[in-house]
């Protein structure tokens, strides 16, 4: 499974200049004026994995396939956006299919950039756009409420799940909380997820700095930071215009640019990662001489679940799971190697795949 993370946010925060780096295009024109994307963009980049490549080089593999993760960029939303202002409404419904907000949020200071509210305050950004969210999200709650009054005097036991969810989140919306503060039982979890409401999103601050604050940071990121520890969601610190140059650089190139900027890796690592992390996603691979694949899955996900996401059948027919741990794969440069040092172990249907582990299943077709 890969993921899709909306990128948010008011105009002329970066946005669209964060996702053309991103997946590395032009799809999304960057203007300095609202609304410049009219049309929600989706673009797909290879997940960054250096352990990827280290196992096809052991294997020999012919081909190297990495996880992917799809990036929408979302038109800016402004105050009003819940009751249609802007492009509101159109962009409210793209937000719903998508697993994970990326907020852009500006931490820059540019008189050439304006800002739609006169200002620059990361903090009352994500408030607008969280209250435009909280706003969208109950008024939808009250139209499926309505909704389910025939099914609920005919005892319909789904419509009884599906009020008790709706009730709960709409408690904590009047409160101002987002939907996310929900504490939801896993038996309900399903059913939660189908609501698909715009607050349940888990959300990822990406704090847009300029150049020199790359690397440290600023005391804008760094309000936005406590922001996001405060409800436990996940921040990232990235110069859209940084990551603009990277993306026109090859592989030698970024490596220079990178050290003189004083940074280790490019933001696009650190924002799947922190997705990633937000998201409670995990990698393992399959290595072969054909090819070393990458597949991404949830933590605490079983072998034959695992096993399902490269085929049904193989979560249907799952016998059992030989597994290398990565490092051990590598300390015994492959499989033979680390077989010979009893390094592989064959795991059952009731295994927690790990992050990093090298699997082989075996099924019943």
């Not at 396939?65 to 793209?94: C, H, M, W, Y």
Request: net charge negative.
């Amino acid at each position: 499974m890969g993921f899709r993370m909306g990128i948010v946010g008011l105009p002329n925060v970066g946005k669209s200049t964060l996702f053309n780096a991103l997946t590395r295009t032009a799809a999304a024109q960057a203007a300095n004026f609202p609304f410049c994307t009219i049309e929600p963009n989706v673009g797909e980049v290879a997940v960054p994995d250096p352990r990827l490549d280290r196992l096809a080089a052991i294997a020999g593999s012919k081909q190297i396939i990495p996880t992917r993760i799809t990036f929408v960029d979302i038109a800016g939303l402004v105050k009003g956006a819940s009751k249609g202002e802007g492009l509101g409404n159109q962009f409210l419904a793209t937000i719903r299919e998508v697993d994970a907000i990326a907020h852009v949020l500006r931490c820059f200071e540019d008189g050439d950039v304006t800002h739609v509210e006169g200002r620059v305050d990361p903090i009352a950004d994500a408030e607008v756009i969280e209250t435009e969210l909280m706003i969208a999200d109950m008024e939808s709650i009250e139209r499926r409420l309505a909704n389910l009054a025939r099914k609920l005097k005919g005892g319909d036991k789904e419509a009884v799940a599906q009020e008790r969810l709706l009730k709960q989140a709409l408690a904590v919306l009047e409160d101002g909380r987002p939907a996310r503060s929900v504490p939801v039982a896993e038996d309900d979890r399903k059913a939660w997820n189908m609501l698909q409401l715009l607050t349940s999103k888990p959300v990822l601050f990406v704090c847009n700095v300029e150049e020199e604050s790359a690397a440290t940071g600023n005391s804008q990121s760094t309000r936005v930071a406590e922001m996001a520890a405060a409800q436990g969601m996940g921040h990232v610190v990235i110069s859209a215009r940084i990551e603009e140059e990277i993306s026109q650089l090859d592989a030698g190139e970024q490596a220079l640019f990178l050290a003189e900027m004083g940074l280790d890796e490019a933001g696009l690592d650190r924002l799947i990662r922190a997705g990633y992390d937000l998201l409670g996603l995990q990698t393992y691979f399959t290595v072969g001489p054909k090819e070393a694949r990458a597949w991404t899955i949830r933590r605490g996900t079983l072998a034959p679940q695992a096993a399902g996401e490269i085929h049904g059948d193989f979560e249907k027919g799952f016998i059992r799971a030989e597994t290398i741990a990565y490092d051990d794969y590598i300390a015994g440069n492959g499989e033979a190697g680390a077989r010979e040092v009893g390094k592989l172990r064959v795991e059952g249907k009731t295994y927690e795949v790990k992050d990093g582990d090298v699997l082989h299943f075996l099924f019943n077709a």
